[in-house]
């Protein structure tokens, strides 16, 4: 059974790690947290996912949304990553450089944080997107992360 956040999103695309699985995580959120992120994935399919989808048009699976704190630690990533709330997705739109891509969501699209992760300017494939959105204040925050650390804006 699955169960659809947007028109083109289920919780299952959001939930699924090839790490998780490989170390029999269930990255599920269970609990009395588990509506509130639900709800924040919800968010995130419709107003950051399904624009994307539409502007772009082409099918694709996010590469990770939510993490349980297990999943999130196992990877390195910090406690305080909103991927933990099911408030942040990595992703990457097949034939779209993510340099491109996260510029046409700087420039459209309300969102907290928007990172170019990993991205190599002129290799259209290398790195990812990630992007993260809160119910209340959004920050609207552009960095651009690599080996050589943190910067602010989108280095494309
Ligand atoms: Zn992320």
């Not at 709800?39 to 996912?49: A, F, G, P, Y």
Request: net charge negative.
């Amino acid at each position: 059974m699955t169960t659809r956040l947007s028109p083109h999103f289920t919780l299952e695309e959001l939930c699924k790690s090839g790490v998780a699985l490989r170390h029999g995580i269930d990255n599920t959120p269970h609990g009395p947290e588990r509506a509130r992120i639900v709800e924040n994935l919800t968010r995130l399919c419709r107003e950051i996912l399904e624009p994307v989808r539409a502007h772009f048009g082409t099918p694709f699976a996010p590469n990770s949304g939510y993490r349980c704190l297990e999943l999130n630690r196992l990877i390195g990533s910090q406690d305080t990553s909103q991927h933990l709330k099911g408030e942040a997705v990595d992703f990457e739109v097949p034939e779209v450089a993510n340099g491109a891509l996260a510029v046409w969501i700087r420039d459209t699209l309300a969102f907290d944080q928007l990172i170019l992760e990993m991205y190599t300017p002129g290799e259209a494939a290398s790195g990812w997107v990630h992007c993260s959105l809160t119910g209340d204040a959004n920050r609207g925050q552009t960095l651009t992360i690599d080996r050589q650390g943190t910067q602010p804006g989108l280095l494309v």
